[in-house]
C-alpha cells in the first residue's frame, strides 16, 4: 500500500478544526503541503542598527535608543489619542508616533528613562523624524541589561526579514505565520520532483531546503534562492505535462494530406485579386509541411487584428479537401460562425458550389451548423457530412454534439482559441478516423511566455504582418465626465464619417434591459471588476438605451439597429447583412462584433464604458475599423478622472496598435491564474511563485528541460516523484485528457 505523504495530511490535524475551515473556505488551502506552498507576498525588512544621526529618509532602519519623553495627545476634540515617544542616542533625535486603541500598550512598556530597540520606515512630520507604528522591543532602563544580553537581542531583531503572507479576513498574516511555524517542521519530507542530476546541474537548493528558506529567510538571498528553486518546480511540472501531450500526439497516426495539383485550392488561388504577404505564405508553408506528415499537426496560428489568418485558414482546409478529407472550423459564437460562413463563401464563389448547377469543376460545397438552424436545414447540413458531399463545415459548438458524424474529417481549425478549453477541441478531434489536424487561430495577441505555458502543447506560427490596402486606425480617449464637448465631438465625428458614405460602431458593455444579462457580458463584468469598483455607481451603459438616446438626440435621422447576443441568431444575421450591405449607418453592439466581423466600409467606432472593457478586447473591438481603404477612427469614452488606473489603461491602448505590447500590458495588470484559468482548466491556475510575464527565460529552460525528460522517459518510470507531482498538477479529467492526447 502506497504511503501516504506527510503534506497530504489535513490543516485540521495540526491546526485544529476552526483555522483549518477558515483556510479552507477563504484561501483554499486544504492539506500541509498547501500551506507551505503558500508562499509570504513579501518581507517587511528591519533595517540594519544605525545611530539617530545618520538615519536616511524613507527606508527601513533599526536603532537603539533611551526613551526621553512619552506623552498621550487628544485630537479631533478628544475623539482621537496619539501617542508620541521621543528617542535619544546621544547624536540625535527621533520621534515615534502611535495611534488607536493600541497606544496603551508601548505607553506602559517605554516610560521615560527605558531604553529599546525600534523598527520601522524613516518619514518627516512638522519638520521632525519619525517613525509611525514602529516594531520594537523593551530592553529595559539604562544599565538594568548587560551588553552582551542588548548586543545578542540586536542581533536577534536587527536586520531580521518578516513574512508577510497573503491574508483574508479573520485570518491575519501574523496568524498564518504561527500557522506555517506548526507545519514547518514537515517540510523535511516535501517530495522533491526535481530529477537529482537537473537539481545538482542547475545549482538548485533541496526542496525542503528551499521551503524552510521561503517561509524563514535569515538573509536576502535566502530568499533568491528559495524563489529560483520554486518558480522552476512550478514551470518545470507544467512543461512536463505539456510535453508528455505533445509526445502523446506525435505518437498518434493521422493520414497525410499532400497539395494537390489542379485541385480546388490552384483555382481559388487563382481568383484571389491580391498576392499573399510574405508573413502569410511563411506560415502556410509551415501548417502544409505539418499536414504532409503522418502525424497530427497542432499549431496556433496567432496574429493581429486583420493580418489575414482566415485566408490562411481557408488554404489549409482546402489543401485537406483536395486530399479526399474534410475541414471543420470551430467558432465560438453564431454570429461569428454566419460572418465565417458567408465571408469564405463569398471569397470561393462557385467554387462553393460544389455538386450544385453552376459549381465549378474543381468545387466543394462549405455548410453552416449552429445550434439554433431549423430542422430541415440541420438535417441536410447532418447528411452532407456523413456523405462527404460537404468539404468544409462552419459551426458553433453544434459540431461537437453527438450526433455529428463525418466521412473523413482531416482537419480541425478552432477560431478564438481563448474561448475554448482543451476538451473541447478534442471532443471534435474525436470525430475523426484517425485524429484529424489541429489548427488553433487567435487574433488575441499572446506573448511568447504565455503562449509556452497555456498552449505549450501547440507549435506556434504568428501573422504579424498587415496585408496591403489595411488603413491605419487613430485611437482617441473621450474624457465625457471631465470634457463634456468631446463627447458631443465624438458624434459630430460619427456623422462626419456617415456624411463621407461610410459607416460606424457603438460598442456598449451591457444590453440593457431587465433580463439576465448574457454569460459574455457577465464574465466582462466580471473580469473588469476592479475597475467597476472604482467607477461610478451607475451601471454601465446599455445598447438598448444608448440606440434609443442616439437616434432622439446627436445622431437623429441617421440608420441605427442594434446588435446583442440576445436577439434570435436569424435576426443577428439578419441586421450583419443589413450592415455589411450598407444600409444602416450605425450599428450599436455588445462585444458579439470583437471578434471577425468584417465590414471595410465601417470606418468608426465608439466604446462607450470603455474603462469596462480589457485592453486586448479593446484592440480585438477597434480591430472592426479601418479594414478598408479609408482610415480608421477609435473613440474610448469613460469617465474615469484623469489620474485613475483606468484612464492609463485607455490611454495605453491609444498611444499603440501593438496587439502584442497590448497583451503584455493586459497581462501585467491581471492575475496571472487568472489569465492562465480562464485559457484551460484549472491546473493553470496552480502558479503561485512563477510569474508568466517576467520569468520568460526560466520557462524557456523548463521546456526544453521538460521535453529532453519526456522523450527520454514519456511515463516518467525512473521519476516517480516527477509522476507524483504531475498528478498533484492535473486533476483527473486533465489526466485523461493528457493520456489520451
Known amino acids: 500500500m502506497e504511503r501516504v505523504s506527510a503534506l497530504d495530511e489535513p490543516l485540521k490535524k495540526s491546526l485544529g478544526p476552526a483555522t483549518a475551515k477558515v483556510m479552507a473556505e477563504q484561501l483554499g488551502l486544504h492539506t500541509v503541503g498547501d500551506l507551505l506552498h503558500h508562499y509570504p507576498r513579501r518581507y517587511e525588512e528591519r533595517g540594519q542598527l544605525t545611530t539617530l544621526a545618520d538615519l536616511p529618509l524613507d527606508e527601513d532602519v533599526t536603532v537603539v535608543a533611551q526613551v526621553a519623553d512619552s506623552r498621550i495627545l487628544t485630537f479631533n476634540q478628544g475623539r482621537g489619542q496619539r501617542l508620541e515617544i521621543t528617542l535619544t542616542d546621544g547624536s540625535g533625535r527621533l520621534q515615534l508616533v502611535f495611534f488607536g486603541r493600541g497606544i496603551h500598550k508601548p505607553h506602559k512598556e517605554l516610560p521615560p528613562g527605558s531604553r529599546g530597540m525600534f523598527a520601522g520606515k524613516v518619514s518627516v512630520f512638522n519638520r521632525k523624524l519619525q517613525l509611525a507604528h514602529p516594531t520594537y522591543v ?166 493581429e487584428v486583420g493580418s489575414g489568418k482566415t485566408l490562411v485558414a481557408l488554404r489549409a482546409m482546402l489543401t485537406v479537401v483536395d486530399a479526399g478529407g474534410q475541414a471543420a472550423m470551430l467558432a465560438p459564437t453564431e454570429v461569428l460562425a454566419q460572418q465565417h460562413h458567408r465571408s469564405i463563401t463569398e471569397m470561393m464563389g462557385e467554387l462553393a458550389q460544389g455538386g450544385m448547377l453552376g459549381g465549378a469543376e474543381h468545387a466543394t460545397k462549405i455548410v453552416l451548423l449552429t445550434g439554433s438552424m431549423g430542422a430541415a436545414a440541420r438535417r441536410q447540413a447532418l447528411l452532407d457530412l456523413v456523405t462527404g458531399e460537404a468539404g468544409i463545415v462552419i459551426g458553433t459548438h453544434a459540431l461537437i454534439e453527438d450526433k455529428v458524424r463525418f466521412h473523413d474529417l482531416g482537419l480541425v481549425v478552432v477560431d478564438e482559441q481563448h474561448r475554448f478549453g482543451v476538451e473541447q ?37 504568428v501573422l504579424d504582418q498587415l496585408p496591403a490596402g489595411r488603413s491605419p486606425i487613430a485611437s482617441h480617449v473621450v474624457p465625457a465626465q471631465d470634457k463634456p464637448h468631446f463627447l458631443a465631438r465624438a458624434w459630430e465625428r460619427v456623422r462626419e464619417e456617415v456624411g463621407k458614405g461610410h459607416q460606424a460602431y457603438v460598442v456598449c458593455p451591457r444590453i440593457g434591459d431587465d433580463e439576465e444579462e448574457s454569460d459574455k457580458a457577465q464574465k466582462t463584468q466580471k473580469a473588469k471588476k476592479a475597475a467597476a469598483e472604482d467607477a461610478e455607481k451607475r451601471p454601465p451603459l446599455a445598447v438598448v438605451e444608448v440606440a434609443e438616446q442616439l437616434t432622439r438626440g446627436p445622431l437623429a435621422g441617421l440608420r441605427i439597429e442594434v446588435l446583442h447576443g440576445r436577439m434570435q441568431p436569424d435576426d443577428k444575421d439578419a441586421v450583419m447583412r443589413r450592415f455589411a450591405a ?142 507524483t507531482a504531475l498528478e498533484a498538477l492535473l486533476d483527473t479529467e486533465r489526466e485523461q485528457f493528457l493520456d489520451k492526447g
Open 138 to 303: 523593551p530592553l529595559g532602563r539604562e544599565g538594568a541589561d548587560t551588553v552582551a544580553d542588548a548586543a545578542s537581542a540586536v542581533d536577534d531583531f536587527a536586520g531580521k526579514l518578516i513574512p508577510i503572507y497573503p491574508a483574508c479576513k479573520g485570518l491575519e498574516s501574523w496568524k498564518i505565520t504561527k500557522a506555517v511555524d506548526a507545519v514547518l517542521p514537515r517540510a523535511a519530507e516535501a517530495v522533491d520532483p526535481l530529477p537529482p542530476a537537473l537539481r545538482e546541474g542547475r545549482g538548485f537548493v533541496p526542496l525542503p531546503e528551499a521551503l524552510l528558506k521561503v517561509h524563514r529567510p535569515d538573509t536576502k538571498a535566502d530568499i533568491e534562492d528559495a524563489r529560483q528553486r520554486l518558480k522552476w518546480d512550478e514551470a518545470f511540472v507544467l512543461q512536463v505535462a505539456l510535453a508528455r501531450r505533445r509526445f502523446a500526439d506525435a505518437q498518434l497516426p493521422a493520414v497525410a494530406r499532400k497539395p494537390v495539383a489542379d485541385g480546388v485550392l490552384d483555382a481559388f488561388d487563382a481568383r484571389l485579386p491580391f498576392t499573399l504577404t510574405d508573413g502569410q505564405r511563411k506560415v502556410t508553408g509551415e501548417i502544409f509541411a505539418d499536414l504532409a506528415t503522418e502525424h497530427p499537426m497542432h499549431r496556433l496560428l496567432q496574429g
Open 425 to 461: 477541441r478534442d471532443a471534435l478531434r474525436s470525430k475523426g478516423k484517425q485524429p484529424p489536424h489541429l489548427l488553433v487561430m487567435t487574433a488575441t495577441p499572446i506573448p511568447r511566455t504565455v503562449a509556452m505555458t497555456v498552449f505549450g502543447d501547440l507549435e506556434t506560427s
Open 582 to 723: 450598407g444600409e444602416v449607418d450605425v450599428l450599436v453592439a455588445t462585444t458579439v462584433i470583437e471578434v471577425g466581423v468584417n465590414v471595410p466600409n465601417a470606418t468608426a467606432m465608439v466604446i462607450m464604458d470603455a474603462d469596462r472593457f480589457g485592453v486586448s478586447q479593446l484592440h480585438q473591438l477597434r480591430g472592426r475599423v479601418g479594414r478598408g481603404s479609408a482610415p480608421g477612427l477609435c473613440l474610448l469614452v469613460t469617465d474615469m478622472p484623469e489620474a485613475s488606473p483606468a484612464r492609463a489603461r485607455l490611454r495605453a491602448v491609444a498611444d499603440t496598435l501593438d496587439g502584442f505590447e497590448l497583451s503584455r500590458i493586459d497581462l501585467e495588470q491581471r492575475r496571472e491564474g487568472d489569465v492562465l484559468g480562464q485559457a484551460q482548466s484549472g491546473a493553470r491556475s496552480s502558479l503561485r511563485m512563477l510569474a508568466v510575464i517576467d520569468d520568460e527565460e526560466v520557462i524557456a529552460a523548463a521546456r526544453e528541460e521538460a521535453t529532453a525528460v519526456v522523450v527520454r522517459d514519456p511515463e516518467l518510470t525512473d521519476s516517480p516523484e516527477l509522476r
